[in-house]
Antibody, heavy 121, light 107 residues
Framework: QVQLVQSGAEVKKPGASVKVSCKAS????????IHWVRQAPGQGLEWMGIINARGGSTDYAQRFQGRVTMTRDTSTSTVYMDLGSLRSEDTAVYYC??????????????WGQGTLVTVSS | DIQMTQSPSSLSASVGDRVTITCRASQNINSYLNWYQQMPGQAPNLLIY???TLQSGVPSRFSGSGSGTDFTLTISSLQPEDFATYYC?????????FGQGTKVEIK
């Protein structure tokens, strides 16, 4: 069965970086795209970006440009999301989600369990 | 960016009720609209994609309609497990954007 398993909770200080992993199983990793979506406490969902698991190309939301990097390791079927220059407003649950299309009309059919990142001095 | 506006932000309903949630896009998104359900403390779950296509395994009491800028999610007969928060999301263009959510509570 399809599974996306994320790394555990993190506590970081302002200005630091965090790297969250998302390990895929149960499907052909390189045939899909992975998105990252975050959710601040008590708030809605915010899209951060997408990575093509086959070629590694990315598209980031403009508000995260320069701070976020998404990469993948096809040998371990794992995608990584690295967010730098952390501030308190980055405290959120970060989700990875699978996308079978990667273009207009796409959707997120499987999600990871979420990773809580807390930014606090 | 395309803004997605849901209404209402919350609603109270009883088991068996018909529930309708609306989502409006700030520009034409054709039928590139998805709906997700999120239970407290859990990841979102895809209900409907392409405005009206039911995701595999989702009960048939859920349905979606609309195109252009106005969309609707309908639950034909609310069940106890449907009390959750629902989000619409446009997949027309980047950045993908979500509505603010509609919380469905027990009356």
């Amino acid at each position: 069965q399809v599974q996306l398993v994320q790394s555990g909770a993190e506590v970081k200080k302002p200005g630091a970086s965090v790297k969250v992993s998302c390990k895929a199983s149960g499907y052909t990793f390189t045939s899909y795209y992975i998105h990252w979506v975050r959710q601040a406490p008590g708030q809605g969902l915010e899209w951060m970006g997408i990575i093509n698991a086959r070629g590694g190309s990315t598209d980031y939301a403009q508000r995260f440009q320069g701070r976020v990097t998404m990469t993948r390791d096809t040998s371990t079927s794992t995608v990584y999301m690295d967010l730098g220059s952390l501030r308190s407003e980055d405290t959120a649950v970060y989700y990875c989600a699978r996308d079978p299309l990667g273009y207009s009309g796409n959707y997120f059919d499987y999600w990871g369990q979420g990773t809580l990142v807390t930014v606090s001095s | 960016d395309i803004q997605m506006t849901q209404s209402p932000s919350s609603l109270s309903a009883s088991v068996g009720d018909r529930v309708t949630i609306t989502c409006r896009a700030s520009q034409n998104i054709n039928s590139y609209l998805n709906w997700y359900q999120q239970m407290p403390g859990q990841a979102p779950n895809l209900l409907i994609y392409a405005a009206s296509t039911l995701q595999s395994g989702v009960p048939s009491r859920f349905s979606g309609s609309g195109s252009g800028t106005d969309f609707t999610l309908t639950i034909s007969s609310l069940q106890p497990e449907d009390f959750a928060t629902y989000y619409c999301q446009q997949s027309h263009s980047s950045p993908r954007t979500f509505g603010q959510g509609t919380k469905v509570e027990i009356k």
